[in-house]
């Protein structure tokens, strides 16, 4: 049977995984490029990209060899967090070739998030191109399959009304948070927002659409807040310096959290030292952390007087209209099908290409041959160079001639499905007239070169 090169996903998301498992496996933005070269490294690993965000984190390759890529990403997942590889496969999700591509599409076009139809998501997949394009480390299988899903992404939001009344992570933040402080009290609490980048500008934006005056923003430097301040006109927003987070959170009753940093800024001892929060409020401090990994340590929860919540508590929210996320996704699916055809039909477009060069070089090395012996029945001092140059000129037009058919009927850019079975069908026919088959052999040298690089 012959093999070829597979496309995988190897990943786990809010799906499959507690927050406590995909923080220890996620990977800042700036360290993608890094995470390819080390995965693009592996014996069975041709192309890879990472998608990590705060509800997933995954890990796309093109495999030369199925288990042992899989298992090699799967060890390197644990290598890099920590955990066990027999912890993470209780946790993981493993697709392969259509289901892999259908499963990316169905990310980037928001039916696997949280939030149904989010936006966010598909600002975070284009990322993944740019970082691959600055960075030269997306192969030619990967980058065309994230290209692909932006489009479908884009398709989905354009042609169906998924992204109606949508929300964020950011929103659904929001609106857990108004849902825990006692209604009569809700747009008067105060607010406190601690990190003021993508996703820290949205909650301000939702805070603002639920009718919230005022909020305090900690932030690192003052420019980003003054750039949110300059665009939302319709709420107080105070800027207070890092140095003065914990006396920020001190005068407030709900505590946004939404920053990169890669430890805890509230420990159980942070929070023991923070003043109560008055009885109207219902006496406990709100610790809304949308951040991966985790800005508020789970031990915080233990004060009598707050209240933790993180990504996965956001699911309280969306559950609400299931009914209308199931619906919406169905409509989606129509055009999540074409594209993957789409794609799928380019894929296989590509497989001709062995086949052309190898007829080509089967043609050229005959032509080489018969083209010596006739030159040494005719003897070299009976030729002038302009009558060799004509024999050897003669010979590369006949095979020319007679290679142009059968090469006009392996070229397809894999458009229209018919013509590109009729195009699959004539070279598999070419493959066994001429003994071209070589997939295995190309897959088996690629294997080869990267074991001999690693070695050296």
Not at 56 to 61: C, F, G, H, K, L
Not at 132 to 154: E, H, P, V, W, Y
Not at 348 to 366: C, F, Q
């Amino acid at each position: 049977m012959k093999e070829r090169s597979t496309i995988a996903v190897i990943g786990l998301s809010v799906h499959t995984a507690p927050v406590e498992m995909r923080e220890k496996l996620a990977v800042a933005e700036e360290l993608w490029p890094r995470a390819i070269q080390e995965l693009t490294s592996l014996n069975h690993i041709e192309e890879a990209a990472v998608l990590s965000t705060c509800n997933r984190m995954e890990i796309y390759v093109v495999a030369l060899s199925w288990n042992r890529g899989i298992r090699e990403v799967v060890d390197w997942m644990s290598k890099k967090s920590g955990i066990p590889a027999s912890e993470l496969r209780e946790h993981l999700f493993i697709l392969r070739s259509s289901d892999a591509t259908r499963h990316l599409f169905e990310v980037s076009a928001g039916l696997d998030s949280l939030v149904l139809g989010e936006g966010q998501i598909l600002a975070q997949v284009k990322q993944v191109v740019r970082s691959g394009q600055n960075s030269g480390g997306l192969g030619k299988n990967i980058d065309r399959m994230f290209k692909d899903a932006i489009t479908a992404g884009k398709r989905v939001r354009s042609e169906t009304n998924i992204s109606s009344g949508a929300v964020s992570v950011s929103s659904a933040a929001v609106e857990l948070a108004l849902m825990k402080l006692p209604k009569s009290e809700a747009l008067s609490a105060r607010m406190l927002l601690i990190g003021a980048g993508k996703m820290g500008k949205l909650v301000i934006k939702h805070l603002v659409a639920k009718g919230c005056k005022k909020v305090v923003v900690v932030n690192r430097s003052v420019e980003r807040v003054d750039a949110i301040r300059e665009e939302m006109k319709d709420i107080e927003i105070v800027y207070r310096p890092l140095s003065d987070m914990y006396q920020a959170a001190a005068e407030a009753d709900v505590v946004f959290t939404s920053t990169a940093s890669e430890t805890s800024l509230f420990a159980k001892e942070h929070a023991e030292a923070l003043p109560p929060v008055s009885d109207t409020m219902g006496g406990v401090r709100l610790f809304v952390d949308i951040s991966v990994p985790r800005n508020v340590s789970a031990c915080v929860s233990e004060v009598g007087a707050a209240r933790v919540y993180n990504v996965d508590d956001l699911k309280e929210v969306v559950e609400a209209n299931k009914e209308d996320r199931l619906r919406k996704a169905m409509e989606a699916q129509t055009i999540i099908t074409e594209e993957l055809r789409r794609f799928e039909a380019w894929r296989d477009s590509l497989e001709t290409v062995p086949t052309i060069k190898k007829l080509r070089s089967y043609a050229d090395r005959i032509r080489a041959s018969e083209l010596e012996k006739c030159l040494q029945k005719v003897g070299e001092d009976a030729l002038t160079k302009k009558m060799r140059r004509a024999i050897e000129e003669l010979s590369t037009g006949i095979v020319n001639k007679l290679l142009h058919g059968p090469l006009q009927h392996l070229r397809c850019d894999g458009s229209d499905s018919r013509t590109l079975d009729e195009t699959l069908e004539n070279m598999h026919a070419l493959n066994r007239m001429f003994s071209l088959d070589m997939e295995k052999a190309i897959i088996e040298q690629k294997i080869k070169a990267k074991v001999e690089k690693t070695q050296n």
